[in-house]
């Protein structure tokens, strides 16, 4: 089996300085990263919101997302490909935020007003995270502040990709969630191919981070990812089963290196 991966993410920054806001503001060059606005939402020490347009449901209050997760605005969230990826974020007042950026995984998109710009809604556990330790409580008070962004590789320690199959699928209309996708995070594109068939059917996207295949199929079935940011393709050959069942998580003996 072969498995092939490139990360590449091309960011492009015109701007020559970055936020002017209340405090000292540490200035940066390095051209990955860009300028972005933070809010945060739910309760000051919550994980996210269960579900989110993403669809990765209770996932979010578990490791590896608990604690990590946020949403995007248009721009990012991608009408849904953009899900699953992975952004170093960090702000900038030196007075109360630390040096060190923090991990956010994309689950959800954020409300509609914020779509002329990029913004990271975050959870309150991501965004007091942001600040120099013992500190978040009064970085949350500051509610909207701005930011830096830019995408960095996804890591699921000890995880392989695994696809969930949806509720409401049948053998004549299939629904998958993919979970624990190392790299880029996202996906372009899905095929599936039935048991003895050298043909790749082409999955919808549905919403979110799922897809779909509407009509007959028979299991084992195969699945083929391609990312949305890289093009890196993974194939894990019959991981879900004859028999298999909704709402069931079927896991593969892969997942992208990196």
């Known amino acids: 089996m072969e498995i092939r991966y490139f990360f590449a993410v091309s960011l492009v920054v ?18 990955k990263w860009h300028n972005a606005t933070a809010t945060w939402y739910g309760s000051p020490e919550g ?41 170093k974020v960090k702000c900038l007042d030196n007075t109360i935020c630390s040096k060190k ?20 809604d975050l959870s309150g556990s991501v965004y007091g995270r942001m600040a120099i330790t013992g500190h978040g409580s009064s970085l949350r008070d500051r509610g ?9 590789p996804c890591k699921y320690k000890r995880k392989n990709i695994a696809f969930h199959v949806n509720e409401g699928s049948t053998a004549y209309w299939l629904s998958l969630l993919v979970e624990f996708e190392n790299g880029d995070g996202d ?12 043909k790749w059917l082409e999955m919808n996207h549905l919403w979110g981070a799922n897809w779909v295949f509407n009509g007959p199929l028979r299991g ?12 890196a393709t993974l194939t894990a050959s019959d991981v879900i089963p004859r028999n298999w069942a909704p709402k069931a998580t079927y896991t593969s003996r892969l997942n992208f290196h990196i």
């Open 220 to 231: 084992p079935l195969s699945v083929k990812i391609t990312t949305l940011s890289s093009g």
């Open 47 to 87: 994980d996210g919101s269960t579900g989110g347009a993403c669809g990765y449901g209770t996932m979010v209050d578990v490791q590896p997302f608990k604690a990590r997760v946020g949403a995007v605005s248009p721009a990012l969230f991608k009408e849904g490909e953009g899900c699953g990826a992975c952004y």
């Open 14 to 31: 015109s701007a020559s300085a970055v936020f002017a806001a209340a405090g000292s503001l540490r200035h940066v060059k390095d051209p």
């Open 144 to 152: 909207e502040m701005p930011i830096i962004y830019r995408r960095t």
């Open 101 to 120: 950026a923090v991990t956010v995984i994309i689950t959800d998109q954020a409300p509609q007003r914020y779509s002329d710009r990029p913004l990271f």
């Open 187 to 198: 996906i372009g594109s899905m095929h599936i191919k039935e048991l003895g068939s050298k």
